[in-house]
């Protein structure tokens, strides 16, 4: 059965206590450390932090694709309409994968077979998940790389990965990422290698597939620029935690989180005349194997207060957010004992 949300989208995908822990000779690494998280149909969700954060950990384990030695914990959820995904056998995930959620990874080259060409990689996909015969996969192929954009596309089915920039290598995956017609597109840091000019091109391009086919959007970035242009609901991630959650309206006209009031101040400002020096946050990101007490973003948070070396915050209701931060969770207590 579907669920309703408030404000009229259905639910798609639910994270429910996502844990996913890596078990290597150092120590257990939290890499995703209970993540709850909804996507509804037709929206896109954003999901930022730095590099380590947890947040391409979080979309593999979606696609339950975790490398070994990772693996998700019992007591996760991830439910996708309505059915588990963790219940599910290979054999029904392989029909999950690329028919019912799709993922657009970061860097094309490394996703794309070298020795085969771009059109049979892509038409593979089509016949692997569609009841059609290789002259339909054929003529859908063709028609996929003209959706995406990509010139002459009859003669670039027969083009290699290596024969293409990487914009068009990137409009490849997108066209795989379509040729099922999704619920979901996982996009992870899409377009980081790209140049401005194509990122733009890109992005654009993803916003009019979704709204055509009213596909959802993961959008995984470090990038808060995308965010602002993309997405209708930001998760912040630091240290395998959501930190922060709200609209994107919200979040950025009034960051509650210390990490996110950061990453936002660390933005340089292009309208100004004058030099400006650029706000940093100090410390760097916590050993995920030895983790601090209490909450993990006080060493380098500069509102700590003695209550955030002691317990863990939860994540709260505050206003239009929710924020994981003892500033609002206990807004009685002492006041800031300095820090960073």
Known sequence: MKRETPNGHDELLRLGNLRTYFYTSDGVVPAVDGV??????????????????????TSLSIMRLVPPPGQIVAGSAIVLDGVDLLALTQEQMYEVRGGRIAMIFQEPMTSLNPVFTIGDQIAEAILTHKKVSRGEAHQQTIDLLNQVGIPQPEQRYKAYPHEMSGGMRQRVMIAMALSCQPELIICDEPTTALDVTIQAQILELLRGLK?????AL?????????????AQEVAVMYAGKIVEQADVLTLFREPKHPYTQGLLASIPALDSDRA????????TVPNLVKLPPGCRFAPRCPHVMAVCHEREPALITHGETRVACWLYENEEQSAPVGGN
């Open 36 to 57: 709850d998280l909804v996507i509804r149909r037709g929206r896109t969700v954003g999901l930022v932090g730095e590099s380590g954060c947890g947040k391409s950990v």
């Open 211 to 215: 709204e055509d086919r009213n596909t």
């Open 276 to 283: 400006v020096r650029l706000n940093v946050i100090t410390g």
């Open 218 to 230: 993961l959008l995984i970035t470090h990038d808060l620029g995308v965010i602002a242009e993309m």
